[in-house]
């Protein structure tokens, strides 16, 4: 085949794969609905009542013009780009959740590395899959120590099933935890577009393991344990920070009126979760 073909029989997956992406983001440009007005798959009634849930959810915080489908004409500004830029606490968890999610990515490199030793081919070995995904960072820490400080390969695996069950948590979490901080529609758009950046993980996990630490890869695996503890704490930091923000808030809303705090909940002055009237979900 390959004398025949200018690509080699994986390119041609790929571009499969590529084309298939391309089709049905099409597909889904053309299918899906602008806002619940134009939600072909719902009735006259479900559609008023979606696009007045939206308006009523977003009223407490910011103002906005709706056009019909239900969505906010100005629903992306520059001052969306601008505060988004400024504002240090997204950048601050971006940069913990690359670091919680580089085992969740490195997994299906180093867990074929693992399970050689228990004498499997490579190819048996990345057809592996773990079975847990629920638990946390904590759950993860523990299953990188332990893969870390015990030798036998069978011991190692164990501890790849534990360390499995905390890899995936924290970046759907995350994502929910930035949408709800952040009411301004506009602004939680680029929030979680940007978000995705840290599947920039993927990427050090996939060159942490190379064969010149074999055959404990003792140095990669702390590496990787590293990158835990530093998101441990770093998710740890910004839950106390926004703690101590909530306080600060309830703090100079008590020395408020409510005819302030009713201005204070229109007023453009203070930008969306900056406002005295928005607490953080911890």
């Not at 906010?72 to 959740?97: C, I, Q």
């Not at 030793?117 to 759950?139: C, D, K, Q, T, W």
């Not at 003792?218 to 106390?240: C, D, E, H, M, N």
């Given at each position: 085949?390959?004398?025949?073909?200018?690509f080699?029989?994986?390119?041609?997956l790929?571009?499969?794969?590529?084309?298939?992406?391309?089709?049905?983001?099409?597909?889904?440009?053309?299918?899906?609905?602008?806002?619940?007005?134009s939600?072909?798959?719902?009735?006259?009634?479900?559609?008023?009542?979606?696009?007045?849930?939206?308006?009523?959810?977003?009223?407490?915080?910011v103002?906005?013009?709706?056009?019909?489908?239900?969505?906010?004409?100005?629903?992306?500004?520059?001052?969306?780009?601008?505060?988004?830029?400024?504002?240090?606490?997204f950048?601050?968890?971006?940069?913990?959740?690359?670091?919680?999610?580089?085992?969740?990515?490195a997994?299906?490199?180093?867990?074929?590395?693992?399970?050689?030793?228990?004498?499997?081919?490579?190819?048996?070995?990345?057809?592996?899959?773990?079975y847990?995904i629920?638990?946390?960072?904590m759950?993860?820490?523990?299953?990188?120590?332990?893969?870390?400080?015990?030798?036998?390969?069978?011991?190692?695996?164990?501890?790849?099933?534990?360390?499995?069950?905390?890899s995936?948590?924290?970046?759907?979490?995350t994502?929910?935890?930035?949408s709800?901080?952040?009411?301004?529609?506009?602004?939680?758009?680029?929030?979680?577009?940007?978000?995705?950046f840290g599947?920039?993980?993927?990427?050090?996990?996939?060159?942490?393991?190379?064969?010149?630490?074999?055959?404990?890869?003792?140095?990669?695996?702390?590496i990787?344990l590293g990158?835990?503890?530093?998101?441990?704490?770093?998710?740890?930091?910004?839950r106390?920070?926004?703690?101590?923000?909530?306080?600060?808030?309830?703090?100079?809303?008590?020395?408020?009126?409510?005819?302030?705090?009713?201005?204070?909940?229109?007023?453009?002055?203070?930008?969306?979760?900056?406002?005295?009237?928005?607490?953080?979900g911890?």
């Amino acid at each position: 085949m390959r004398s025949r073909v200018p690509f080699q029989e994986q390119f041609y997956l790929f571009i499969i794969e590529g084309a298939l992406t391309v089709f049905f983001g099409l597909l889904a440009w053309v299918l899906l609905p602008a806002g619940p007005g134009s939600a072909w798959f719902l009735t006259a009634e479900e559609r008023r009542f979606a696009a007045d849930r939206m308006k009523a959810d977003n009223a407490l915080f910011v103002e906005h013009s709706y056009d019909s489908d239900g969505v906010e004409e100005d629903r992306l500004t520059k001052r969306d780009f601008v505060e988004t830029a400024k504002d240090w606490k997204f950048w601050y968890v971006l940069a913990f959740n690359i670091c919680a999610s580089v085992p969740g990515q490195a997994f299906s490199v180093f867990l074929p590395l693992v399970v050689q030793g228990l004498g499997y081919s490579s190819i048996e070995a990345n057809l592996e899959r773990g079975y847990h995904i629920l638990g946390g960072i904590m759950v993860a820490l523990v299953g990188l120590i332990a893969t870390v400080t015990v030798e036998s390969s069978g011991g190692k695996y164990a501890a790849l099933c534990v360390l499995l069950l905390g890899s995936y948590v924290a970046a759907p979490l995350t994502v929910a935890w930035l949408s709800g901080n952040t009411p301004e529609p506009g602004k939680r758009s680029l929030v979680l577009g940007l978000n995705g950046f840290g599947n920039i993980s993927g990427v050090i996990g996939a060159q942490l393991y190379r064969a010149k630490y074999r055959p404990n890869y003792k140095i990669p695996f702390y590496i990787t344990l590293g990158f835990v503890a530093v998101a441990l704490v770093g998710y740890l930091s910004y839950r106390l920070t926004l703690a101590a923000v909530n306080q600060k808030k309830l703090e100079i809303l008590r020395q408020k009126s409510q005819e302030d705090i009713e201005k204070e909940r229109v007023d453009g002055t203070r930008y969306a979760d900056k406002k005295w009237t928005f607490i953080y979900g911890l």
